[in-house]
């Protein structure tokens, strides 16, 4: 489905991402994992169209994204939870939710998507007159990817969903992302608590200073004793 070769990504003079090469099949749940500054952000930032890379390849779906602005990246079905969640503060849940859906034109499966949205998230319901800067952390997280749901997406890219979360919504937030994958949709997660990441996902790839220098089943990773020390603190 998503498909990365050769990615070199620089910043100024310096080189980022150093000829990655990554890809995601179709339901499957992709863990990108690495230490802070490995480049995992900047790589979600150019699948999405938001940062230019300088040489390699980016495909979804067989069409090239390096050629395609970020504004119509979301109509192809792919969606992006940014890290720091990035929703809108000053609107309601409700605007929220509907900004997700700005691509769609199908009203009535919109307000049908919207309900699914409330069933899966009940406390969004609850403040959807709210405004959305007033929520907790965690609820501003399932806010995000209740928002990112709601373009229908065949591919969602998830960068660091349990950062600054209490242990008690890291575990909702896991859970959430576990059943998101199980209706169907496609994840790609960047996430820098490896041990839940490897527990969900299906492949990971260990990146480290814009290289990937480990790849694999991820219980195979759990289990690889240069991951125990370097990520999972055993």
Do not use: C, W
């Not at 998230?121 to 609850?126: C, G, H, M, T, W």
Request: aromatic share 6%.
């Amino acid at each position: 489905m998503l498909k990365v070769e050769n990615l070199e990504v620089y910043y100024g003079m310096i080189n980022a991402i150093k000829g990655v090469s990554f890809h995601v099949e179709k339901g499957e749940v992709i863990a990108l994992i690495g230490a802070n500054g490995a480049g995992k952000t900047t790589i979600l930032h150019t699948i999405t169209g938001l940062v230019k890379a300088k040489a390699g390849n980016i495909t979804f779906n067989d069409v090239n994204l390096l050629k395609t602005p970020a504004h119509k990246i979301v109509g192809m079905g792919m969606a992006h939870v940014p890290e720091g969640r990035r929703i809108f503060q000053e609107l309601t849940v409700y605007e929220n939710l509907m900004l997700g859906a700005y691509t769609r034109k199908d009203g009535k499966e919109i307000s049908a998507d919207l309900e699914k949205i409330y069933k899966r998230f009940p406390r969004l319901e609850e403040r959807k007159t709210q405004i959305a800067g007033t929520l907790s952390g965690g609820e501003q997280q399932m806010l995000a990817m209740g928002r990112a749901l709601m373009s229908k997406p065949n591919i969602i890219l998830m960068d660091e969903p349990s950062m600054g979360l209490s242990p008690l919504y890291v575990n909702e937030i896991f859970d959430i992302i576990k059943e998101i994958s199980n209706s169907g949709t496609t994840i790609l997660l960047v996430e820098q608590n490896a041990k839940k990441a490897l527990a969900i996902a299906d492949r990971a790839y260990v990146l480290e200073t814009g290289k990937i220098v480990l790849e694999g089943d991820a219980d195979k990773l759990m289990n690889d004793d240069k991951v125990k020390k370097a990520y999972l603190g055993e």
